[in-house]
């Protein structure tokens, strides 16, 4: 990931949760609060209702890999975490990407394109 570190300290993961905006989708819970940093945090939550670890790493293998594909879409300078639910397990790869890209573009991370489509 590019422009991207991971967010690890409990305290941030609260603040998020309590102070920072949120969309909801059956696959993903995503909070988000803008930073004066540079570059965006990504942090993930699993918990145990997934499953056993090796459940809860599947789907956190996935996530990220969602938002590395996508990371130029996004724009820079904001805390990120994505909780999974328990459909992610099941859920197919471009289902679990359309409703993140929902979810983001909800949440206002979405840069703009430069370029317009040319409509008559």
Request: charged letters at 35%.
């Amino acid at each position: 990931m590019k422009h991207t570190v991971s967010l690890k300290q409990n305290h941030e993961f609260r603040r998020l949760y309590n102070k920072g905006k949120s969309a909801v989708s059956p696959y993903f819970v995503v909070y988000c609060r803008k930073t004066g940093r540079d570059q965006s945090r990504l942090g993930i939550t699993t918990g145990v209702k997934l499953g056993n670890a090796v459940k809860r790493n599947f789907v956190r293998r996935r996530i990220r890999e969602l938002y590395r594909t996508n990371e130029e879409k996004f724009l820079p300078g904001f805390d990120i975490v994505v909780v999974a639910r328990t459909r992610a397990i099941f859920g197919r790869y471009r289902e679990l990407e359309r409703s993140f890209l929902q979810q983001m573009k909800k949440l206002g991370l979405m840069a703009q394109s430069d370029k317009k489509e040319d409509r008559p």
